[in-house]
């Protein structure tokens, strides 16, 4: 969705949905989740990270225009943790039973608090679907009282974008969803909207490919210390994983860059030598290693 809003030409790269995965870790120093964004040897994590790197880019449409950063930003970071957090616990309770059990233990792993039971999930649900329908509710008030169907009106930005990911999420996933969304008309027409759109101009790409592109070039991003509180020094040997207790692996590399919103490490693997991994300072833990 935000590359059919910035109008991007990009490849698209399959992977396996549980690990291992052996041609996206060598890119990612470990990291395991999705989407991964990568332009050379430079590999972006994490979808807002992603969204940042797609905007600096030079696509041909802003994914914060007319100063809808800060906003979009803060709807987004809503949207894909309490939001997703709701709607995955939702999609994964009912998908009990239907789904393979490997797949609801990685995910489980991931997304839910340790010790966490198929009981405890199926007594939740009552909850999860109560707040998650205020939840909804929240932005079917604000995309009503718009002139247009997106966030700030006739223009989407990159917080539309995680909110029609969460309609797609819920629609595609659960057999429930559409009957739920048809609850929220002004969510409809933005997922309306986004289908309309399109989702800019993908190609496929195979895993092999992109290994070999990322091998053929350098990092490209900055390196410096954008923060004169920082006790961080680069070339320093950090640890990144996302808050919370989950079964991320820990990536772990040398400080690149730091600044107010990104983290970026350089790392060395023998499939693709030379890369910098970026990631968000928000939602993301930085350890330093002595």
Known sequence: MALGIAGASWQSVEIPRLPPKPLLVPLTAGYRRTPVLQIG??????????????DQSGSPRRLFPDQTYGMAM??????????????VRLVLTHALGKVPEEFIR???SLYFEPNWTEASLRAALPSVMHELRASLGFVEAHL??????????HQPCYGDAAIGYICWFLRGRWDGGAALL??????CALEAAFDQLGDGQPQDLDAEAALAIAKAAKPQSPIGIIDSASSLAIGQRVMIRPK????????????RYCDGMRISIDHNHEQVVDIAVHFPVVGYVMTPIY
């Open 41 to 54: 040897a430079d590999i972006y994590c994490d979808s807002q990270n992603i969204a940042h790197a797609i």
């Open 74 to 87: 803060m709807i987004s970071n809503w949207a894909e943790t309490t939001l997703f957090d709701l709607s």
């Open 106 to 108: 990685d995910r489980g």
């Open 144 to 153: 009503g009282a718009t002139d247009g169907v997106y966030l700030t009106g």
């Open 182 to 187: 048809a609850n929220y008309p002004a969510l």
């Open 244 to 255: 919370g207790e989950t079964a991320d692996p820990d990536v772990v590399g040398t400080l």
